[in-house]
């Protein structure tokens, strides 16, 4: 895939003058042509920095695995604040304490497959080249539940007609993998004023698509801090304090950003869904990657 050669703010503003340009017909406002005047602004280099934040999105959590659990990154009104709890329910539960949360967006495979491989991980690799391998094989369910790395390994075997084993990292993420699932088959049952969306986003789907292309450079590099840090900033995001804290390292926390970013995307109606019309195994669960 080559990439891109349109600056991705003009992108993300391109994004929003189609759709805020609809709504204005629909309501009688004016205002795709206000965005037009602002994007074309952006282009002839007038505006050096044009956030995609300069529509006001709902509050929105972006989740990243830890050490010591999830850290989250909760941005609302413009500011970022940091959370950190060892399930996702109490993650979510403090940021809705603190905001009214439209969309949580999670860095974990949500929807695991009865047998094969998901097209949103096939899709993922293909969009990252040179990051391909850092989007993991989302294992079977069967091989999730098993107690073992062993048993995993024959349960993906015999799930995938021997196709299959069971990859060292991707079990590794077992516990996560099974809190988000547990938290998402909860919600079904909490009344509707409760549950709040949660979707999957791949980070480096998330770099990738802010900047134009993957970023190279590992991300517990200082070069990949630097790399991940400039995109965030040239998209608008709301930057915290970068620092490791208790339960989670500096490339967790902007992993989390970067989720948050997704997240504010979708509340907007902005996403990209990896595949376009999620799979649906018998979980019932969609699996997409959004970004």
Known sequence: MEPSTTPPLARELADLVSRLASLGEQHGLDVGEALRAVQALEQQGAVTRVASWF?????????????????????????CRVLVSPTLAGLVEMAREAAEVA???????IGLPDSGRRQADVLARGA???????????????AYQAGSYAEAREANLAATSGELGAGAQSYALRE????????????????????????EVHPELCFARMTGAPLLAGKRTPEGEQARCAALSS????????????????????????????????ALGLSESLPPEPEVFSDGIPAAIRV
């Open 128 to 142: 990252l080249p040179g990051k391909a391998s850092s989007v993991f094989t989302t294992l079977t369910r069967a």
């Open 103 to 109: 969309v949580v967006a999670v860095d974990i495979p």
């Open 235 to 266: 998209v608008g995001f709301p930057l915290p304090r970068v620092a490791a804290g208790p339960g989670y390292a500096v490339d967790d926390l902007l992993d989390a950003c970067a989720a948050a970013w997704s997240a504010a995307r979708h």
């Open 176 to 199: 996560r993998v099974l809190d988000v699932d547990g938290y998402l088959r909860a919600a079904r049952r909490a009344p509707a004023a409760r549950r709040v969306p949660v979707i």
């Open 55 to 79: 529509v006001d999105a709902p509050p929105v959590l972006g989740v990243d695995a830890g050490k010591g659990g999830w850290v989250g990154a909760l941005v609302a009104q413009g500011r």
